[in-house]
């Protein structure tokens, strides 16, 4: 009776050890997958599951289409020229800027004076309330102009034109008066950073012309952006509008985008142990009954029962991955099915025993 006992006993333990850890496969890949759907939910809103690929990281195969977090200092490689002025630039944009002296109306309060000033646009004095004495010329004889790198490269990456344009910071060029073209350098002359039309730069006259160039500096920048072919370009479906970040310095991707959960680590490794939980459980179920050590058995459940769970997850959210625990589903039932065949098939029968 007691040894009737014990193996009762024993059975009850199998059950509930085998149930626990069924449910601990079953939870484990649940709680993974949720995870992961989370983090790409998120992720989507910024385009898509960003790749980190760090410093110096060339385009490889497969990543065409997929987001990438790449960090360095852009090199240019084709530099931007303003044609008119002969002057080349190691940077990303080079702008020019135009300003000429001009008159310009001051109000403060009810009271209106007239000062000189370099100002960027055409000040029209029509529209000033004491026009008389205070004309100012027609028209510019230059404008400003951006001009813009043909190929900046960064980590192996040639940048779009978004990105191009989006890296910040801005300095001031000094221009090279000895390489100004003849028709210009007769008018132009260096003072200070500027080149100016002034007979006398410290004390300009009204109509005086000074041009200057502002170039983005070379720095270390973080980018995100979409890999196209060997380019990094913004991501124009992003539901975030944008679609793409530059900030400097190596900032890393959960910096980017703080409402971007924690991604899961280790996915792969989780999901096998989820199956060989459940697998190790339903080992312990069978062997709560009689003859029934079947390992085979045991991991071809496991494989069903988790491959279920994990494909209804996955329905509607990632079609390859909804199809890789379909396929482990269809392979723990054809060899649940195989090896319950073979135990009926091996069977004693009972006028045998």
Not at 63 to 76: D, F, K, L
Not at 323 to 330: K, M, R
Request: glycine letters at 12%; one cysteine or more; proline letters at 7%.
């Amino acid at each position: 009776m007691d040894f009737r006992r014990r193996i009762s006993m024993r059975g009850l333990l199998l059950n509930i050890f085998g149930a626990l850890l069924v449910l601990a496969g079953i939870g484990l890949v649940a709680m993974t997958s949720r995870s992961l759907l989370n983090y790409r939910a998120v992720a989507s809103l910024h385009g898509g599951e960003v790749i980190d690929l760090g410093a110096n990281s060339p385009p490889s195969g497969g990543q065409h289409g997929a987001m990438a977090r790449v960090v360095g200092t852009p090199t240019v490689v084709e530099a931007p020229r303003d044609p008119d002025f002969n002057l080349l630039a190691n940077t990303p944009v080079l702008v020019r800027h135009v300003e000429m002296f001009q008159w310009r109306e001051v109000r403060v309060g009810s009271s209106v004076h007239y000062e000189l000033d370099w100002v960027d646009h055409l000040l029209d004095a029509g529209h000033f309330e004491e026009p008389q004495g205070h004309a100012n010329p027609a028209s510019f004889p230059l404008s400003g102009k951006q001009f813009d790198a043909g190929l900046v490269r960064l980590g192996g990456f040639g940048l779009g034109p978004v990105l191009l344009h989006a890296l910040p910071g801005t300095q001031r060029v000094t221009p090279d008066p000895g390489a100004l073209p003849a028709n210009l350098a007769a008018s132009f002359t260096r003072y200070q950073d500027y080149l100016v039309t002034s007979a006398r730069p410290g004390d300009p006259r009204l109509g005086d012309v000074r041009v200057s160039w502002n170039e983005v500096p070379l720095q270390q920048l973080t980018v995100v952006g979409r890999i196209d072919g060997d380019r990094l370009v913004a991501a124009s479906d992003a539901a975030d509008g944008k679609g793409y970040v530059v900030q400097v310095g190596d900032v890393p991707v959960l910096d980017i985008f703080p409402d971007l959960p924690v991604p899961p680590e280790y996915v792969l490794s989780w999901r096998i142990l989820a199956v060989l939980l459940a697998s190790l459980g339903a080992f312990a179920l069978l062997s709560a009954q009689r003859d029934r050590h079947d390992p085979l058995l045991a991991v071809g459940l496991g494989a069903l029962v988790v491959g279920s769970v994990a494909s209804v997850l996955w329905l509607g959210n990632d079609t390859g991955t909804m199809c890789g625990w379909l396929a482990l589903t269809v392979l723990g039932l054809l060899l649940t099915g195989w090896r319950l065949r073979r135990a009926r098939g091996t069977a004693t029968p009972s006028f045998m025993r």
